[in-house]
T-cell receptor, first 113, second 112 residues
Framework: AQSVTQLDSHVSVSEGTPVLLRCNYS??????LFWYVQHPNKGLQLLLK??????LVKGINGFEAEFKKSETSFHLTKPSAHMSDAAEYFC???????????FGAGTRLFVKA | DARVTQTPRHKVTEMGQEVTMRCQPI?????VFWYRQTMMQGLELLAY????????DSGMPKDRFSAEMPDATLATLKIQPSEPRDSAVYFC??????????FGPGTRLTVL
């Protein structure tokens, strides 16, 4: 069975400081892992995807995530937050066939000026 | 720039009325998903199709919800009769043969 846990429901950072959004997953096989972002009143947009090719995955808008199998984690980071990064972020685990997809509860990122 | 489109974007209706939401997946994508998003429950997978065949609709209340793909360019989600607890944002997503999903902008449904 698969599951995904986003460890923080809200994260607040100042503009220009690093962002860390935490995600732990559980899967009985090699999963695909994703981060999606949702801006207010918008659909979800893919930030990045891990599918076992490389443990450090680079995404759009300067975000990246590192797959750590020993820790069953897939945390999302960005070196320097921008005001436009304020949104909700979802960590997602999927079987590699894409049939079963589990979304985390989401982490809302606030960016202070 | 190919995108998933959904209509209507907003729908307000009264309890008991039928609601139909439509989704046009990205051309060439063979998998279509329907999700519901609420503040209380977050994102819930309702159903998904591959090559127009329903693969899993276990997340969908069977008594009032139905999902179909009349053809490869159209997926529909119908609620009959609608209830206030159905108020939510409904997202459609499509995927090619890989597992990356591309989401539409959603339909915001309000049932009074």
């Amino acid at each position: 069975a698969q599951s995904v846990t986003q460890l923080d429901s809200h994260v607040s950072v100042s503009e220009g400081t690093p962002v860390l959004l935490r995600c732990n997953y559980s899967s009985s096989y090699s999963p695909s892992l994703f981060w999606y972002v949702q801006h207010p009143n918008k659909g979800l947009q893919l930030l990045l995807k891990y599918t076992s090719a490389a443990t450090l995955v680079k995404g759009i808008n300067g975000f990246e995530a590192e797959f750590k199998k020993s820790e069953t984690s897939f945390h999302l980071t960005k070196p320097s937050a921008h005001m436009s990064d304020a949104a909700e972020y979802f960590c997602v685990v999927s079987d590699q066939g894409g049939f079963k997809t589990i979304f985390g509860a989401g982490t809302r990122l606030f960016v202070k000026a | 720039d190919a995108r998933v489109t959904q209509t209507p974007r907003h729908k307000v209706t009264e309890m008991g009325q039928e609601v139909t939401m439509r989704c046009q997946p990205i051309l060439g994508h063979n998998t279509v998903f329907w999700y519901r998003q609420t503040m209380m429950q977050g994102l819930e997978l309702l159903a998904y199709f591959r090559n127009r065949a329903p693969l899993d609709d276990s997340g969908m209340p069977k008594d009032r919800f139905s999902a179909e793909m009349p053809d490869a360019t159209l997926a529909t989600l119908k609620i009959q009769p609608s209830e206030p607890r159905d108020s939510a944002v409904y997202f459609c997503a499509s995927a090619p043969s890989t597992d990356t999903q591309y989401f539409g902008p959603g339909t915001r449904l309000t049932v009074l």
